[in-house]
């Protein structure tokens, strides 16, 4: 079975090293969140993941969730592990104290993201839907559902979901049928069928909070007319307390490739009480919200399943000796495989990615902290832009690397890696789903260029290229060659930046057929980006910690010779343009 | 359930009008094989994989191969249908008519073996090795052991296995501690255990010819030491009919990720009598032959299983309705997504590699029968050098393409793509093998770049781009931005080729750490060298059949704008060295 240990070390390096952003600083509330506290959090979030939720990866694959007489099931162990999981606060961390929560920073919140899906990206799906709902209902529900609701989710008690795809509608939302009708009362009576409910029925909680978008009976086609409705499993009792059933019911649940451990849900809504949430006809906007968030998470999960991929790979290469090493070190038989140049050169190019993404993800955590909590509301809009830039780049990514990275890894196990033994090729089925689902990639990559680049506040895109431009004008010889590559690839990244803004505007199915190439390029570049910031400490603070940030530098080093020039051929490729793409004739 | 419809009309292009090599038209035996009967075949062939095979792909899937009591049973379905598979003779399709086969020449039999691997790889697997133990036999046993298993083999009464794999070496055969004992009637008594033996028991044959490496007791250490043996499962009687057990037991099966209705076994050889293939302690030679052919035919898996992942996802394309596109057809509601850019791109990219690659291989199978079959000694080792080249660059291009392709028809079918129902994620997890079984491809690229480009009989890289360079000098007006495009690319192969050569003898970490790089290179000039012989006759030809023509003349546009400049980026970061990944210091 897989192990897993926690890298807290380097999670406490970019805590300690590379939390000086100033405006992340001037958050008022997080004044008190110190090393010392971080350092406590990440230790006991390592325990736990580590020896409690590890175990649980296995289990759900080799005996999944089922569906019985109606009722979910999940897989041996979880009902324990959610218990001491909800009684311990995890599910609390990042949530306001006002509702029970512990108010840490998403800086630190998104390391325990890291670790839980390292552990059981399965597991981890029962609770994150729920901080999911949490965002969504502590910024568009009045103060009563507030009141009533996110206490008990705070605390696990009480579950959440996101409704939104039905058979006829995933990535386009306009086509949905769901249908919410008013009552005397004020409530809703909702119908309709959703499918890939994640968590749409479990038995861990007392309850469970749908949120599910639906079309009020007097409101418009399209997208602009669905709204946002809170449809909990059981209805409340007037004193808060779990009541009877709600018209809810789990049809079936999918049988799938991985993340098997996780119920994947049809839900059918018959008559179901539902209370809209935020404005009429806005429920995408409010949905948006937990959208967001959730697909920056679902970019961590590709990190978290990448990091015990390379764990165990490292762990495999120093015990399997195989073939003679061009350097041998063994007269007779064969050397360790890690000997092998293509062995550390596969391993190297997942520690390069890996690092580096955490180091952009970190960077990107305080930029969301700086857009919700900042006094100044423009520099919390210029905060909300550059994660809205970053939310697509991040998604896609980090999962379409977590794909490369736990491929890499099955080819490092040879033939054990294909077998069910070893837990390798699980790592690949379960993050085989972080690329399809919160949108696939290529959506990501359309909503980034068709959205992102440019807004209502303005160039996003201008604004971020000048930002990193500006950063990585270090003054330390030493990161001078790293400066020069970036530089180069960002001059690429430039070209390839007005190159799309031309055809946004005189050609879209050019830039349509960029996209993925053009989100590619920006998240390399991006990655080398926070790579230099870790750079610029190692050099600095060299003599204090040798060995560590030696590795520091020699793995961002292997990024710029081996990661980041793969920018060269997306860029040719992607402005090919797209005629010869579209007057194909399919037969 | 997936569909699939044998690709027969571009089959018979690829015969009718690639055909005409002049080495491969001067071999004798082949002279009747012409286009009706070739049709006539493939035209069977479709039938049998489409209507018996493909069903099984499923049932195997959902019913794998399991271990009962000592011996193995294949999934529901697999008894009947490899019934009639060898009662209409598919085993015997290229073999020797001498020994009951039909004769056909390996640019028909690959063509089923194409259809099969589409239809269902693991059915496939339990005849595969069959033909592969066949030809070693054929060519490195005696004539008694010929005459008395090649006639039950052809007729696929008896089928074959390979036995190198052991619990201490993949790779590396040197390890290899499997004993042979020799016996006063000349015979072997051979043991020790082997795993990873792809159908090492089954019940869909009277018997089970195993082939195993193993050291008789007076061999050296290492390579050299290792023997080839002919091991039943069932004894002989004189009559040559099946008579007593032999001491070959299988210990347990694999549970693996894919390839669920394959038997890949652990067998325990205890004092099992054995026959000496070949001469003593040149076992690993002989089983060349064996795996030469077997790693292309590992090539052809993966571009057959990218083929009905192709298919699928261009019948979903054109089924499902999702968002706008930007030239809507619908003014209400959503467009088919096939007629949304990126989707295109998508399809085209998996058919362009497709084609390139079907053609690739047709060349690659004229070769073959060139090296085996040419009355002139120096033609035949000139192909045989060109097959030995190309062999890892097939078997490691092909397959890795099948996890792009079978991965990108996954993001076309959004979340049902990872759903069991519509099978599209089995395509994925079956051909996940195909990187990693008969050589990993990182094994496939070191002995590409350290054993095939120079050998004793020359410098057939050199060769190789001399034809390359020769055979693209074509004067249609029409064809001179592929064949500028191509040279370009060329140019940098050869560049890389140079770097390579010097490296090889100066530095071989420099060329191991960037053996990949330099096979995907190969790859795609050798790719799109295919490309410009089906441009050639596209040209020519198009008014004979315009629809066909244009269609190749597109798909080939698509690859050389947007898969052959993939080159790039290879290049440049395989050349930056190894220095910086063997100084890493892996904690």
Redesign the interface.
């Known amino acids: 079975m897989p192990t897993y240990n926690a890298p807290v070390e380097d999670m406490m390096f970019l805590f300690d090293k590379l939390r000086n952003n100033k405006k992340y600083n001037e958050i008022e509330k997080y004044k008190e969140v110190n090393s010392e506290l971080v350092k406590d959090i990440l230790d006991e979030a390592a325990k736990i993941t580590q020896n409690l939720i590890l175990p649980l990866a296995k289990s759900g694959d080799e005996t999944p969730a089922v569906l019985e007489n109606g009722v979910v099931r999940t897989p041996p162990g979880y009902k324990e592990a959610y218990q001491k999981f909800i009684e311990d606060g995890w599910i609390s961390l990042s949530c306001d104290p006002k509702y029970g929560g512990q108010g840490m920073p998403k800086t630190v919140s998104t390391f325990f993201d890291e670790m839980l899906s390292s552990a059981s990206l399965s597991f981890k799906l029962y609770s994150e839907l729920t901080i999911g709902a949490y965002n969504c209902l502590l910024r568009h529900a009045d103060e009563e559902i507030k009141n009533t609701y996110l206490p008990k989710m705070v605390e696990g008690k009480w579950s959440g979901t996101m409704c939104l ?1 039905e058979p ?5 939302l ?2 949905l049928k769901t249908k919410a009708v008013d009552q005397k009362d004020g409530t809703y009576k909702i119908s309709g069928q959703k ?2 409910i994640t968590s749409g029925d479990q038995d861990l909680t007392e309850n469970i909070i749908h949120l599910v978008l639906a079309r009020s009976t007097d409101s418009p ?1 399209g997208t602009k007319g669905i709204s946002l409705f809170l449809v909990p499993k059981f209805v409340l009792n007037k004193d808060g307390t779990v009541g009877p059933r709600n018209g809810v019911s789990t049809g079936s649940i ?5 993340i098997k451990g996780s119920a994947t849900c049809v839900l059918n809504f018959d008559d179901a009480v539902g209370y809209m949430i935020g404005p009429k006809n806005k429920g995408l906007n409010s949905m948006f919200t937990m959208m967001n968030l959730e697909r920056i998470i679902v970019g961590i999960q590709g990190l978290g399943i990448s990091e015990i991929a390379y764990q165990n790979s ?1 762990t495999y ?2 015990e399997r ?4 090493a ?2 041998s070190k063994s007269n ?3 050397d360790f495989i ?1 000997d ?9 190019s997942m520690k390069s990615m890996i690092e580096g993404q955490r180091a952009l993800s970190f960077w990107l955590s305080q930029q969301i902290e700086v857009s919700l909590n900042h006094s100044d509301e423009k520099i919390k809009q210029e905060a909300s832009d550059l994660v809205s830039l970053m939310t697509p780049v991040v998604k896609s990514l980090f999962t379409d690397n977590a ?1 490369e990275i736990t ?1 890499e890894a ?2 490092i196990h ?2 054990y ?5 070893q837990g390798i ?1 699980q790592f ?2 379960d993050n ?2 972080t ?3 919160e949108g ?3 959506v990501q ?2 909503d980034l260029v068709f959205r992102k680049l440019i807004n209502k506040n303005g160039d996003v895109i201008e604004n971020y290229l000048k930002l990193v431009k500006d950063e990585i004008n270090i003054t330390d010889k030493k990161a001078e060659p790293f400066i020069k590559q970036l530089n180069y690839h960002l001059d690429i990244l430039s070209k390839f930046t007005d190159w799309m803004k031309e055809k946004i505007k005189n050609s ?2 050019d830039a ?2 960029a ?2 190439d053009y989100l590619k390029v920006l998240g390399l570049v991006a990655t080398g980006h926070a790579w230099l910031k870790v750079l610029e400490v190692s050099f600095k603070e060299y003599d204090s910690n040798k060995g560590f940030y ?2 520091k530098i ?2 961002a ?2 990024f710029f ?3 980041l ?6 860029y ?2 992607a402005t ?1 343009g ?1 005629n ?8």
């Not at 000796?321 to 003679?324: D, E, R």
């Not at 092998?340 to 190297?348: E, G, K, N, P």
């Not at 020039?565 to 997306?570: L, Q």
Request: proline fraction near 3%; glycine fraction near 10%.
């Open positions: 795809t006829v509608c995933g990535t386009d306009g086509l499918i890939f086609a999918e049988n799938k490739m991985g490292l290469a120093k000796k195989q073939g003679k061009f350097n007779n038989g064969a890690i092998h140049v293509d062995i550390r050169r596969s391993l190297l794909m491929s099955m080819q040879g033939g890696g294909f077998t069910k033994d090729e690949y089925r085989r789903i690329p399809i689902y696939t990639n290529s990559a359309a879209p199915e349509s057929g996209c993925n030696e590795d020699q793995t080093n292997f010779n081996r990661v020039p793969r920018i060269e051929s997306s040719i490729t090919t797209s010869y793409i579209m007057n194909y004739k399919f037969n």
